[in-house]
């Protein structure tokens, strides 16, 4: 094999991966939105259910505080991945597009 032809596979195989990676970020990004809506759910039920549970107004409170709190940071967490992702999408379709 040449080497331009070798070049030339070298960089087919790196597009390949490019695309690839691209893929695989987006579908990530499409999970974790699925998980905030699917937590965000949960945790609006787990509020609703707190009413029939044998607790005072302030336990009651409390459990509330508790369950809000771990679904804003799992948003957070969540939503800043999905950031993150979001770069790496674009720096890698920028190269992608140098490359074709």
């Known amino acids: 094999m040449d080497e331009a032809r070798y070049l030339q596979v070298k960089k087919d195989i790196f597009i390949k991966q490019l695309k690839d990676d691209i893929d695989h970020c987006k579908r ?6 699925r998980d905030i809506a699917s937590f965000t759910q949960y945790t609006k039920d787990q509020i609703e259910r707190l009413q029939t549970y044998n607790m005072t107004p302030g336990e009651r409170e409390q459990e509330k ?3 809000e709190y771990r679904l804003e940071k799992d948003r957070i967490q969540r939503t800043e991945d999905i950031q993150k992702n979001n770069k790496l999408i674009d720096f890698m379709e920028k190269k992608l597009q140098e490359l074709q």
């Open 28 to 33: 990530v990004n499409e999970g974790n939105e």
């Open 65 to 67: 505080e508790i369950l």
